[in-house]
């Protein structure tokens, strides 16, 4: 995006002398007022390059200009037991939580929506780097990395290139880096088929003395980038894509996308880790969005001073690159550091050890002001924060949805049930295998799940673990889930729904929650409805993060995921991340043995709007979600953390989407042993009738496995702890005689079951010959 019409730089003295000089601020995305807003903090018109600045860190992805006013509950909404083990919480590149023994833990989600769209490969890829340079910057050295991932229908022609690229690019990358893919979901729906969501959660790992901060202090401090030569992939990508809609046409941005080297990130991150481990860094900031105007604007506006930068000492892959060009790349696997004259010699020889490109570009200042020359001349003169901290902040209309009252009104209580056993048998083998439900091996088999050898759950378990202390075994449990058919219904307490899986998740592997990040994925901000669910979402989170006691430390909102003028639904992902004291406790997500007892804590209630069996059998949106009770949730976590200390638990799965069918599915499935169920004791106690039983989605609900010589100690801490259990099964049959008996209603065999669950999307997007 060249915005200078030559090669001649449009400097301060020239912006001062031609003030009616006409610019295209609307082109980059700035509004009237925005462009006003401006001239007034100048008291000029902005220079080309000041414009460049300005438009891209005015930008909605990099300054949530729509969002922040409601944002900012995550930091008043707080207690004191939320700030015990946080470290670092919103405002920097990740929040970092003490988890015990001198470790902390780094952590963060991204979205890279529309790049992935338009490229689904370089999309996905450059996510997973975006991300990882974030965990980077604060110190740490990355650990795993999850993904979220939202497309369009099963059977559109566009949803294989979407999945297949996206798939691809997050697989290459991660590996490439050596990084253990641990997590994530999968989700059909058309609703995303012009705007899929391709969202990245990131994890680090630090010892507490090894914290870094984005800021640049000290008059005379060296600003050093390295990493990637700068060249003209992704310019504007931060203004352009992320902050507007796609025409129904498709993709044509493709000059915006970023193109990603994992290779020469994976020489930057064990670069980064020996310049800490010498203590070479004053502060440090990953090049992301919005490129050198992001990096220096920010890490000069975080410092106590100002900063001066030459921007012909930026390496770049084009000489023929206008100022303006250089300022807006978001050329990837590049970092900008502020060093110390001291240490500057020992800072250049690592990186030259390490084949790391970098160049001294400026310095630190005491004068409170960016600066910025370009050959000879001086072409920004701003101050800093007005850039990266003080841009427009908006209160946009918000209004409840017209639709909103019918939708809900629109129960499934008046769906048809089955009324016979064969009808339930097809009905569970439907949802089952449903896209939604079925087996995602067919994607995270392409994963790497294992890299670096300390991963202790993975794909298909409720959260994925990784260990961090190899000596103590002390670990971390992660989980990010999202349910965007509830946030239709209710976005508050669909957001708050998403919040409970998440915990509950990192809950059943034995670990015990202590924070969030959240990727908050929406439509258009100028759409009074978007923002009205916007704002029920961030406040549903906020009010359920207070309940929990556990602190939000950042995250991310993308905003404008629409085709044309059709928004998606909410999609708030929201991740729970959690500390275990040894990993050799986890808990899987299936049973492993026969003759156990299985024990189903909670109450099922007749809760199946929005559910995976209304969805699957009825193509049926419409009601309330699930009631939400997070003080039994918090009940819930604390029984089956107890029962993991002392050992009386051998498996255990939540009750999400789906139900108890589901659950019991692929607790059977996870490692071919089978289950007698009876509904009998819930269809008396909770009043339900047996589809209810097995397709509602009733929440603090969760299925383990007791060994025979544990029953009467898990039967008392269950009644110690107020927590309803009824035992529902036992666990029986291995191999060929594997089968999963629903009592008085159906059979499977969990081979078959097994064979039809992962066939679903192979059938789809296996690759044939003749492709």
């Not at 406040?539 to 085709?563: H, K, Q, R, W």
């Amino acid at each position: 995006m060249n915005i200078s019409p030559s090669q001649q730089p449009d400097t301060v003295a020239n912006a001062q002398a031609t003030p009616e000089l006409e610019q295209p601020y609307a082109a980059l995305g700035l509004a009237d007022d925005e462009y006003q807003q401006i001239r007034d903090i100048l008291g000029r018109r902005p220079t080309s390059g000041e414009l460049s600045m300005y438009s891209v860190m005015w930008s909605e992805h990099c300054s949530y200009k729509s969002s922040k006013v409601h944002l900012r509950q995550f930091g008043q909404k707080t207690n004191e037991k939320m700030q015990e083990n946080l470290i670092v919480g919103i405002g920097e590149n990740a929040g970092v939580v003490d988890i015990g023994e001198g470790w902390a833990i780094t952590f963060k989600g991204e979205s890279h929506n529309s790049p992935s769209f338009i490229e689904p490969f370089q999309g996905a890829a450059t996510g997973v780097g975006g991300i990882i340079r974030d965990i980077i910057s604060m110190g740490a050295r990355p650990v795993a990395i999850m993904d979220q991932l939202r497309v369009g229908d099963i059977d559109h022609p566009d949803t294989a290139r979407v999945l297949r690229g996206a798939v691809e690019g997050a697989s290459f990358y991660a590996g490439a880096l050596g990084l253990p893919n641990i997590g994530g979901e999968t989700v059909f729906n058309k609703v995303y088929q012009g705007n899929p969501l391709v969202n990245v959660l990131g994890v680090g790992a630090l010892r507490h003395e090894d914290l870094h901060l984005a800021k640049a202090s000290g008059k005379g401090t060296k600003v050093v980038i390295f990493g990637a030569r700068t060249g003209a992939d992704g310019i504007g990508g931060a203004s352009v894509l992320a902050s507007a809609d796609f025409s129904e046409d498709g993709p044509t941005d493709r000059p915006a996308v970023q193109l990603g080297d994992p290779f020469l990130e994976n020489l930057i991150i064990d670069c980064c880790l020996e310049l800490f481990a010498e203590g070479l860094v004053e502060g440090i900031q990953d090049l992301g969005a919005a490129g050198i105007s992001c990096a220096t604007s920010e890490l000069a506006a975080n410092g106590d001073g100002g900063m001066y930068i030459e921007l012909d000492s930026v390496p770049v892959r084009d000489e023929a690159m206008t100022a303006e060009e250089i300022l807006m790349s978001e050329s990837q696997e590049r970092m900008m550091a502020v060093v110390t004259p001291a240490n500057l010699e020992r800072f250049l020889e690592i990186a030259d050890k390490w084949k790391v490109e970098a160049a001294v570009i400026g310095e630190v200042t005491d004068n409170g002001r960016l600066i910025i020359n370009w050959r000879g001349e001086e072409i920004v003169n701003v101050d800093p924060s007005t850039v990266a901290n003080d841009g427009p902040v908006y209160e946009r209309p918000m209004q409840e949805p017209s639709w909103l009252a019918e939708l809900q009104a629109d129960s499934a209580s008046k769906l048809a049930r089955p009324t016979t056993g064969a009808e339930l048998r097809d009905q569970f083998v439907s949802v089952v295998t449903s896209p939604n439900q079925a087996s995602k091996e067919w994607l995270t088999n392409q994963l790497d799940s294992y890299a670096q050898g300390n991963t202790a759950l993975t794909f298909p378990d409720s959260a994925g673990m990784i260990r961090v202390d190899e000596e103590s075994g002390l670990g971390i449990a992660v989980s990010a889930d999202a349910n965007s058919r509830y946030c239709q219904l209710d976005a508050y307490r669909g957001t708050q729904l998403a919040l409970a899986e998440a915990f509950r998740n990192v809950a059943v592997t034995g670990a015990v929650p202590m924070a969030v990040t959240n990727c908050l994925n929406f439509g258009s901000p100028e759409n009074p409805e978007v923002m009205w669910q916007f704002a029920k979402a961030v406040e549903g989170l906020a009010d359920g993060c207070l309940e929990l006691e556990i602190p939000v430390t950042g995250g991310n909102v993308s905003m404008y995921n629409s085709t044309g003028q059709t928004p998606i639904y909410p999609t708030p992902v929201v991740g729970v991340v959690g500390v275990i004291d040894n990993v050799a406790r986890r808990i899987p997500s299936g049973w492993q043995d026969e003759g156990e007892n299985l024990y189903l804590l909670g109450v099922t209630r007749e809760e199946l709007d929005g559910s995976a069996w209304a969805e699957t059998l009825h193509d049926h949106l419409g009601g309330v979600p699930p009631l939400l009770d997070l003080t039994a949730e918090q009940n819930l976590a604390g029984l089956l953390q107890a029962a993991t200390m002392g050992g009386i638990i051998s498996g255990a799965t939540d009750l999400s989407d789906g139900g108890l069918g589901q659950a019991v599915a692929e607790a059977s499935l996870r490692f071919g042993v089978g289950a007698r169920v009876w509904l009998d004791e819930i269809i008396s106690r909770d009043g339900v009738d047996a589809a209810t039983a097995l397709f509602s989605e009733s929440q603090a609900r969760a299925l383990v496995s007791v060994p025979r010589e544990e029953d009467v100690k898990f039967r008392g801490l269950c009644e110690g702890r107020g927590v309803p259990v009824l035992r529902v099964g036992v666990t029986d049959g291995t191999g060929d005689a594997a089968q999963i008996e629903i009592q008085d209603q159906f059979t499977i065999s969990v081979a078959e079951l097994g064979a039809a669950w992962r066939e679903t999307l192979p059938s789809r997007f296996a690759v044939t010959p003749a492709e």
